[in-house]
Structures are given as C-alpha cells and as structure tokens.
C-alpha cells in the first residue's frame, strides 16, 4: 500500500502566487486533515474532514481553503502566498470513526517543504 | 482547551543508557495521548497511545509510557537508547473539549545518541 501520499515534495514560491498541495490516501480513511510544522511549534492543525463532502477549520486556518469531494483526496490550496506560509506541511488520515475525539492512529505522509520569496 | 507542555527540547544520552522524554498534559476530558516519533526528513510515525485502558503502556522499538491522572504525565521512557533512536518526538493529546476532532501536539523533544 502507498498510504498516505503528498505532492510535491519541495516547491518554491513568490508572495501572491497560489498553488494546490495534493494528498490521497488508499486506506477509505474518512478523516484527513492538513499540519503545518514550524521550528519549536509542533505541528499546527490547518483543516480537517471526517469524510467526503464535509470540511472545517483547525487552529490556524486563514490563508487555506480545502476541499473534500472524495474520500481519497484532501488538497490543500494557497490562494495567494505569503512568506508566514514558509513550513513544512503534513497531510494525515485515520480510520477512526468514535464520538468527537480522535482515538486511532494518524498516517503522515512525508510531507511538503514550501518557501515563499 | 486541552494542551500539551514537552518539557524539554532537547535530551542527549549516551548510547546504552535510558531515555526520559517529559510530557506534561492538560484536558477537561478523560484525554487520548499519543507518543509520535519523526525521523530528519521523515513524516511521523505513531510509537504508542494511550486511551483509557493500561496506564502503562508498551509501544515500537522498546519504548513505553506511563499515564499517571494525578501528575497529568505520560513520559516516554526507554530502558537503553540506540542510536537509531535519534529523532524528535512529540506528545500529543486527543480530547473532546474543543468541538474539533482534532490533536494538540507539544513542540517536540530532540533526541540525541551520542556514541
């Protein structure tokens, strides 16, 4: 199995530029979501979906729009880049499907390194 | 609001000797918590988690955690480092109290083996 995949690995951008982060995953997990890394801050929920259809926002969510109309894709979009959005992101699934909190383990893909200029 | 406070960012051990990787939580709820370990360059891989069950609870490649309620802990120890152990690892907490199925990650503890 692939698991959790993202593309690109690497991209380099210009302040205003927008561009599409891609995650699938070949688990049927139902819920994805997106991170962000940052030196010394963890790792920063963006958005979230517990399946195709529905999205909502996580802790840092301006500046991402996402969309859900699979349930093996969850792309991340950056409508007009700023240099803040220099991170590394993290797309990552579970199966879990109990209550409100999650309680299964999260698949990471490897990520994406992103530098705006 | 739940939050996760890693006590260190840095710990360096000798090869051979234990590992005590410090992960202080808070939760209004009865909390999941979860030991995640990222190798340089890598995405996160899950160690160990704990939900409720066993406070002590065994994970991969020799490592465990105990929960203690009282001290709202869930430290990652190791009875002797490798130097494949050399990482960042992350505590984290799952809970109910945010309305967001959603995970709250501490900032990440480095580890170094030295030889």
């Known amino acids: 199995n692939a698991g959790v995949t993202q593309t690109p690995k690497f991209q380099v951008l210009k302040t205003g530029q927008s561009m599409t982060l891609q995650c699938a995953q070949d688990m049927n997990h139902e819920y994805m979501s997106w991170y962000r890394q940052d030196p010394g801050m963890g790792l920063r929920l963006i958005h979230y979906s517990v399946g195709a259809g529905i999205t909502d926002q996580g802790e840092v969510p301006n500046g991402y729009n996402v969309s859900r109309s699979t349930t093996e894709d969850f792309p991340l979009r950056l409508l007009s880049a700023a240099p803040s959005q220099t991170s590394v992101y993290f797309c990552?699934?579970?199966?879990?499907?109990?209550?409100?909190?999650?309680?299964?383990?999260?698949?990471f893909g490897e990520g994406s390194r992103l530098t705006v200029l | 609001a739940q939050s996760v406070t890693q006590l260190d960012s840095h710990v360096s051990v000798s090869e051979g000797t234990p590992v005590l990787l410090r992960c202080n939580y808070s939760s209004s709820y009865s909390p999941s918590l979860f030991w995640y370990v990222q190798h340089p360059n890598k995405g996160l891989q899950l160690l160990l988690k704990y939900t409720s069950a066993a406070t002590l609870v065994k994970g991969i490649n020799g490592f465990e955690a105990e929960f203690k309620k009282s001290e709202t802990s869930f430290h990652l120890t190791k009875p002797s480092a490798h130097m494949s152990d050399a990482a960042e690892y992350f505590c984290v907490v799952s809970a109910s109290d945010t309305g967001r199925r959603a995970l709250t990650f501490g900032s990440g503890t480095r580890l170094q083996v030295q030889p």
């Open positions: 990552a699934s579970s199966y879990d499907r109990s209550g409100q909190a999650i309680t299964g383990e999260l698949f």
